[in-house]
């Protein structure tokens, strides 16, 4: 049978009148695409209560987190400053929990975007909530190009899944304004911007896999990237191994 990879969504007032302001679940199609060609069957996590949160993740193989609103800083210990943007605290708190489950499982995680700072606040990191007032931000991180393309190139560290799949340098395209500030616990940087943010974390733990990615490959497969492809058949070869254990 496939592996069942878990994608946990996201929550948008519905602006049709036809429905009302209905709240919907959502999470980009691309990734659904993206996990469905590499060998997975996507299955789609509401936002929900923290104690539904284990026994999703007993019944999912892989987690998918993806982009979306800031996270909230009060889940890091601080307040937010003037420069936060709007932030979902009922999805930070389920996808924290989402994220400690699937650890204390060993069952593999792949982290887009905001997906990489939820693993890193999940471990006990924490993020610069605006990267924009930070003298050492020379570079566009929040691209005004379409982002089917990449915008900005990073640099891969050494025996690493990144490094495996991209080469020692690549481009990427990007769609953030807060970024990684100190690392979450048993995480390992694998990939930095020219101007110094990380891009990309994994796990330093050979029994865990987390491949958590800044930017979004699941848009720049919108332009038939071949690499971006791989980085979700990577994510679901790790979890067909771990279903094999």
Request: charge should be negative.
């Amino acid at each position: 049978m496939k592996p069942i990879i878990g994608i946990a969504t996201s929550e948008i007032n519905d602006e049709l009148d036809v429905l009302q302001n209905t709240k919907i679940a959502y999470t980009p199609i691309d990734t659904i695409k993206g996990i469905k060609e590499a060998g997975g069957l996507p299955f789609l996590l509401p936002v929900s209560d923290t104690q539904l949160a284990k026994l999703y993740a007993a019944k999912i193989d892989g987690l998918v987190l993806s982009g979306g609103h800031d996270v909230s800083p009060l889940f890091y210990g601080e307040e937010p400053t003037p420069e936060l943007g709007a932030t979902l605290p009922t999805r930070d708190e389920f996808e924290i929990s989402l994220v400690q489950e699937m650890l204390a499982l060993k069952k593999p995680i792949f982290a887009i975007c905001r997906g990489l700072q939820i693993v890193n606040v999940a471990t006990g990191g924490t993020l610069y909530q605006d990267i924009n007032i930070l003298e050492k931000n020379t570079i566009k991180h929040r691209q005004e190009t379409n982002p089917k393309y990449a915008s900005h190139s990073i640099s891969t560290e050494e025996n690493s899944i990144v490094r495996k799949i991209l080469g020692e340098k690549t481009t990427v395209n990007t769609l953030h304004h807060q970024a990684v500030k100190t690392l979450g616990h048993n995480l390992k940087i694998t990939a930095k911007s020219p101007d110094g943010f990380i891009e990309a974390v994994e796990s330093s733990i050979n029994e865990q896999y987390i491949l958590a990615l800044q930017w979004h490959p699941e848009i720049l497969l919108q332009n038939n990237d071949i690499q971006s492809q791989n980085l979700f058949n990577n994510f679901v070869e790790h979890v067909k191994k771990y279903k094999e254990k």
